[in-house]
């Protein structure tokens, strides 16, 4: 049996922070694993180092179920986003180390390939509409069959998914947390003729996808439902908070618009009441947030007996590990729908070589055993820590909402 035989947290920030798992073995073999959490990774890299890793030195690198019970049932302590992004990385890095020691890419340990790559999604971002439009069309052009579409907001300073590069989007910008001003009434006024010129312009042969970040209350997303339906979005992400899950039945009686959720989601008892009664048509939960591969093909499995597919989030807060293993998985589970691809930096490409490729609006993750990923450790020491937080958001009358 491969022995555990040591397991080291690695922090880089080639422009964001990223927090990898390394789990060696007796046989020689290591895996990687991202355990990433935006804005509070030291946090994960200390759960890691002070309370995971010396529980896994000795244990039989193979055994993945039984470390993933015992790390979730073990600590008491169940769930919360740091300790199923804990659980993930080791459970990510194990996968890693079976795959390698059976000479054979994840996907395959999975069952197989389901279809021949993942259809990705970009994100078009503009400070206004035409450079929305002019973005998607870059897009297009680059082969996407699925785009995004994020505009600002005519009223407001900053807008959720406008960046200031239009090609690499990262909101922890700051080293204390930035404050952005909202207003729904505007927003709601902005998105519709967003879509209108987006078909003008892309035709209907590309899917349209917007995130409205759990903003709308069930009927303002209702309403917004309603006024994108001419247009058929591929789904409308994020309509409301999540806590209150009744929330998507009122959004349901009012829209035929698919729903989507769950990027924030940390385990199949988040998104059990959404899934079990199909009031959402996509489940967004991830990798590296829901406890790894072991627990993701768990609530993809749930999903697919209530006709709810996948399309888990990829932004770049998830680093080229996560992303590997978000194909390995998209790739072999029968009821996927869209994988969110937002490209790393070359920087961090550097760090993270990887085997996985984009063509044609889809990605493959490789034929190299295991995720197919590497980690160059000297390169991303010379990236060290850079603390960063997410924003926040108020009102225009100074209330704290929903970023």
Request: aromatic share 10%; charged share 20%; glycine share 8%.
């Amino acid at each position: 049996m491969p022995r555990i035989t040591a397991a080291r947290v690695i922090v880089t920030c080639p422009g964001r922070n990223f927090v990898t798992l390394k789990i060696e073995t007796e046989a020689g073999v290591y895996g990687l694993g991202d355990a990433t959490l935006n804005g509070r990774e030291l946090a994960v890299a200390s759960y890691l180092t002070d309370h995971v890793i010396p529980c896994l030195i000795g244990r039989d690198a193979h055994r993945i179920e039984d470390i993933w019970q015992y790390l979730y049932k073990g600590c008491y302590w169940r769930r919360g986003p740091v300790t199923m992004s804990a659980i993930a990385a080791v459970d990510t890095a194990l996968w890693d180390i079976k795959g390698k020691l059976a000479n054979l890419p994840l996907y395959q340990l999975l069952g197989g390939a389901s279809r021949e790559g993942a259809m990705v999604y970009g994100h078009a971002n503009g400070a206004t509409l035409e450079a929305t439009i002019e973005n998607a069309l870059h897009y297009k052009r680059l082969g996407y069959r699925a785009i995004r579409l994020q505009s600002g907001v005519p009223g407001l300073a900053s807008t959720y998914g406008v960046s200031k590069d239009r090609y690499f989007y990262e909101p922890a910008d700051a080293d204390l947390p930035t404050e952005n001003l909202w207003s729904t009434e505007k927003y709601l006024r902005s998105v519709p003729p967003l879509f209108a010129a987006a078909r003008e312009a892309l035709g209907w042969d590309v899917h349209l996808l917007h995130d409205v970040h759990h903003r709308l209350t069930p009927i303002e997303a209702g309403r917004l439902g309603k006024d994108l339906e001419p247009y058929r979005p591929f789904w409308m992400e994020d309509a409301v908070t999540a806590e209150n899950q009744d929330s998507f039945r009122i959004i349901r009686q009012h829209t035929t618009t698919p729903l989507a959720v769950g990027e924030i989601f940390n385990s199949i008892w988040d998104c059990k009441q959404l899934i079990e009664q199909q009031l959402i048509d996509y489940i967004r939960a991830t990798v590296v947030h829901a406890g790894g591969i072991t627990h993701l093909r768990r609530i993809a499995a749930f999903a697919d007996m209530h006709n709810v597919r996948t399309g888990c989030h990829g932004a770049t807060d998830l680093s080229p590990v996560c992303l590997a293993a978000a194909l390995h998985f998209d790739i072999s589970v029968p009821n996927f729908g869209v994988q969110e691809y937002m490209r790393h930096t070359a920087e961090t490409d550097a760090i993270f070589p990887h085997g996985y490729t984009f063509n044609d609006g889809m990605m493959h993750p490789g034929d190299a055993p295991g995720l197919g990923v590497d980690l160059d450790e000297v390169l991303a020491g010379n990236y060290p820590y850079q603390r960063a937080y997410l924003p926040v958001n108020r009102l225009e009358d100074g209330t704290l909402f929903s970023w």
